[in-house]
């Protein structure tokens, strides 16, 4: 861990608390994404190769969809499961799966993150993977690193147009959690951040 990197995970927290704030979601949303194109063009922990941070466009972001955000309720009435993951950072990372939401495209798997802490963790494959988005999928909510949209006890706030890209979308020679079957939805989901301009290079955060 490096000051650098606690300082990236402290923006991203307070980039989320922000957007949560702010009552006008396609305001939030355009602040998300310019926040995070300044972060990921002038921070010393960016994913993006220091040599092209200086002429980086941004990330590629659809326009905002007000019909892809969900406020769920979690349903906890699911058998648990067990996710061991290999990450390039942290070893094998352990998930357990809490719950489900079901939205209009399918359901999702709600995983807590079985380390110190803890955090809610949803990922996302949606039919447009490996075409338009990345294909390994994307991240909805990250609580542990400070991607969380909110919601009232017992409800989570998924909005897809904040789905964003994990790390080893930029570079497959890290490796992050992705999305396992009771993540994958068949529906293409033009939302969020879309596939990543190539080259770029990054580490799991």
């Known amino acids: ?15 989320y608390a922000e957007v949560r704030a702010e009552p006008n979601v396609v305001t939030a949303h355009d602040h998300w994404r310019r926040t995070r194109d300044d972060l990921l063009r002038t921070h010393p922990e960016s994913p993006v190769p220091q040599a092209q ?10 326009a905002y969809d007000p019909r892809l955000r969900f406020d769920a309720t979690l349903d906890t009435g699911v058998p ?28 999702l798997d709600v995983w807590w993150l079985g380390c110190y802490g803890g955090g809610i963790f ?52 890290w490796s992050c959690p992705l999305a ?15 596939m990543p301009a190539p080259g770029a290079s990054s580490r799991d955060r």
């Open 180 to 194: 396992p079957a009771g993540n994958t939805l068949a529906t293409p989901l033009l939302a969020g951040e879309l």
């Open 53 to 62: 941070r200086a002429r980086y466009p941004g990330a590629p972001v659809a």
């Open 122 to 173: 949803i990922p996302v494959k949606d039919g447009s993977a490996g075409s338009a988005t990345y294909g390994g999928g994307r991240y909805l909510i990250d609580t542990v690193k400070g991607a969380d949209l909110g919601g009232d006890q017992g409800r989570l706030i998924l909005d897809f147009n904040f789905a964003y890209n994990p790390s080893c979308a930029y570079d497959p020679a």
């Open 1 to 15: 861990m490096s000051l650098a990197l606690l300082d990236w995970r402290r923006r991203v927290a307070h980039l």
């Open 80 to 107: 648990p499961k067990r996710m061991d993951v290999r990450t390039g950072t942290d070893g094998i990372v352990s998930f357990g799966r809490i719950g489900c939401v079901h939205l209009p495209g399918g359901d």
